[in-house]
């Protein structure tokens, strides 16, 4: 017999072990359920690039959280998917869009039993599917930003509980937190997407919120994937400018920003496990090369691990369904 002091295989002997030993743990409290909105009644249609994700109308988008708030789901996020669209996205100025009703629908019906954050940009509202107005083919942040301080304060007065500016242009956070305070929506919690990256896992979403840009492409606004140190000066803008939650976007190819921006900042840090990142889990699990549980369980494990508090995912109501956590 060798004569080992060390053998770290006693922790991994059975399940009970590795269970009590295990350094993270999943849970669907930290997880939020990704949602799309379009116009109309009665619509609910399947997003081909996300298989069990839907573009729906309220009402019946109202019958899909009521499901999934049986199976355990208690925090969203929703995207609006508006009909028509113009060059300033004049659409997410209404009282009554897609998803402002949608979230009054949903505030009166579970009040604080729901946590509901919706997006905040402008691409599915405008004509070139940017985020921001365009002015000669470029974007103009700064009428943008107030545009998108606007949008905030009517999503606040629909109810919502939590603003999250997908955009990236400069400065967006501190106007929407003067925005809201001055209406009196000191409450209102806004989770920025502070380190977004112009990423082409995106892909699928842009299908589904029907938002992929017209000319060119995003990457005079979102972050350069070469870039890490520029990550943590985008989190700490945001946090200055009153971010409550600081997001890192996409997350997977991402784990290296999510661990940095842990280390260097105190708030929760959110992760989006985007679009492209689900439907390579679907592909997979559909063709029979890998298992679904598997991959969901360890990507975002991963996720957390790298020290994600919370996780924005296309996946919960699956995990939810098949008793994935096994808690
Ligand atoms: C747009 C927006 C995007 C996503 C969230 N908000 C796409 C983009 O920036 O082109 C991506 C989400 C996903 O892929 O799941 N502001
Ligand atoms: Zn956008």
Redesign the pocket.
Known sequence: MADLIYRPRRLRTTQLVRDMAAETRLSARSMIQVYFVCEGKNVRNEVGSLPGVYRESPDALMKSISNDVRLGIRRIMLFGVPEKKDASGSGVLRDDSCVNQTIKRLKDKYANDLFVSV?I?L?SYTDTGH?GVAVDGRIDNDRTIEILRDMAVLSAKAGCDCVAP??MMDGRVGEIRNGLDDEGFTETLIMAYSAKYASG??G???EAAD?APKFGD?RSY?MDFRNSREALKEVALDLEEGADIVMVKPALAYLDIISAVRAAFDSPVAA?N???EYAMVKLLAREGYADEKQLVIENLTAIARAGADIILTYHLRDILKNGWLDE
């Open positions: 997006d940009c691409c985020c997908s955009d896992y995106y699928p979403f842009r938002c995003r979102q989006f985007v679009s492209g």
